[in-house]
């Protein structure tokens, strides 16, 4: 029943090349051993939201660096006995 209602998905997703999708699909599954029921999209969903977190933090730090560097750029030009 449900690989029927996998094939009709299928099918109504992508129209006029269903059969031949559908083939490159079985075949990929049959190549891979690939197992639709494990749910793999959800492991792959925490993924890109680790790798968001990461980058957000990577770029905070950077960001936070950046600011600092000027303002000590600007607290030297305000300090003349700083400019030699």
């Known amino acids: 029943m449900l690989e029927l209602l ?3 998905w299928l099918c109504v997703r992508l129209n006029a090349r269903c ?3 559908k083939r490159k699909i079985e075949e990929f599954v049959a190549l891979k051993n690939y ?3 494990l ?3 959800e492991y792959a ?3 890109y939201a ?4 990461v980058a957000a933090t990577l770029i905070r730090l950077r960001y936070n660096q950046a ?3 000027i303002k000590q750029l600007l607290g030297n ?6 400019n030699g």
């Open 35 to 37: 197992d639709p029921t």
């Open 50 to 53: 680790d790798v968001g977190e």
């Open 19 to 21: 059969s031949r999708r």
């Open 45 to 47: 969903d925490n993924l």
């Open 6 to 8: 996998q094939s009709r």
């Open 77 to 82: 030009s305000n300090n003349p006995e700083s």
């Open 39 to 41: 749910n793999l999209h």
């Open 67 to 69: 600011e600092e560097a």
